[in-house]
């Protein structure tokens, strides 16, 4: 039997929806694998957080504590450490975030564990599982097995669907290791607060490129009109125009939204990386030969600066 404990990312109020794609991979391995899936909630005062996720017809470990209300890897791997220990797993997963991406090498590291990050799907035959990966940009798709007795993985949260509401699961409290000297100090956290729904979290997207030049009012009135998020490629962060947390593509944050709106955008392989599992992409650029429109459902060969507002203009009338 090969058990999977399925790490759970949260705000501290609620649980992210990229945990529950996550969780529907972790369902996959273990039926395959004949095991059983836990999950693992971390932080203080996660009671409730810990019960929506058992919601989803899983056992969940809710390690709630004040010495680990903050997710410091070198608190945080420990304890991780101690729940894949306990239940025996074989697996240890979460959803490919900077959270995880921050905690998961150093638990691998502390189970001698190999790790493949990135996950977008599995292969091999029966419970021996390869998984898929992507690289170069998802130019290359590789299948990676891992050897070790333990394996630990990320996986890309828009491609796996999420898992769904069932017969609750029981949540029992997970008693913390000795954390001994933590040498990392929690300082502050920043959060970008807006009014816009989070980008990774959004069901609408609408992302701007160079081809705003800078002039982002489109891309928002847009985004307000739809009750959107706002994204960006990396030539407009690089450029100060936008900041870092919008950045969508293989350097910034994977979306996969249930509509995509991509202005100004032309479609370099770094941010189509980010959002091509998007279920419905629509794309306005000036250019007709514009690679966006390879993977675009609908495409508007124009001026943004004027198809924006038409669009705009169109919706608010409705």
């Known amino acids: 039997m090969s058990n999977v404990l399925i790490v759970a990312e949260h705000s501290n ?10 969780l529907e991979a972790a369902k996959q391995i273990a039926a395959r694998s004949g095991g059983k899936v836990v999950g693992l909630v971390m932080g203080k005062g996660v009671g409730e957080i810990a019960n929506e996720f058992a919601r989803h017809g899983v056992e969940v470990l809710v390690a709630d504590d004040a010495r680990i209300e903050h997710p410091l890897a070198e608190a945080w791997s420990k304890v991780v450490e101690k729940a894949a220990k306990e239940i ?6 979460a959803p490919a975030a900077s959270q995880s991406k921050d905690i998961l090498p150093r638990v691998a590291a502390r189970l001698e564990a190999g790790m493949a990050s990135d996950v977008i799907g599995f292969g091999g035959e029966g419970a021996e599982i390869t998984f898929k990966r992507p690289m170069w940009a998802g130019s290359v798709i590789a299948e ?32 913390l ?3 001994g000297t933590i040498r990392t ?11 816009r729904p989070e980008l990774t979290e959004a069901r609408i997207v609408v992302s701007g ?8 009012s489109p891309v928002e009135g847009l985004a307000d009109e739809l009750g959107a998020a706002v994204g960006a490629t990396r030539a407009v ?8 947390d919008l950045q969508v593509g293989q350097t910034g944050k994977t979306v996969a939204p249930e509509l995509y709106i991509a202005l100004g955008i032309s479609g370099a392989i770094q941010h189509v990386a980010g959002m091509k599992g998007s279920k419905v992409i629509v794309a306005v ?20 600066f004027q198809i924006a507002p038409e669009l705009q203009k169109a919706l608010s009338s409705k």
């Open 209 to 216: 490129g160079r081809g705003t030049k800078g002039d982002f």
């Open 88 to 93: 025996s797993a074989a697996y240890v997963v």
């Open 237 to 244: 962060v690089d450029a100060g125009w936008m900041p870092n």
């Open 177 to 179: 290791p000795e954390l």
């Open 285 to 304: 650029n000036k250019d007709p030969d514009a690679p966006i429109f390879q993977i675009a459902d609908y495409g508007l060969v124009g001026d943004l």
């Open 185 to 195: 100090q929690f300082v502050e956290f920043r959060q970008v607060k807006s009014a």
């Open 144 to 175: 990676v097995e891992i050897t070790t007795p333990v394996k630990v993985l990320t996986v890309r949260p828009t491609e796996f669907p999420p898992a769904q509401p069932g017969e609750a699961g029981a949540v029992n409290a997970l008693e």
């Open 13 to 22: 109020q609620s649980l992210k929806k990229s945990s529950l794609h996550a």
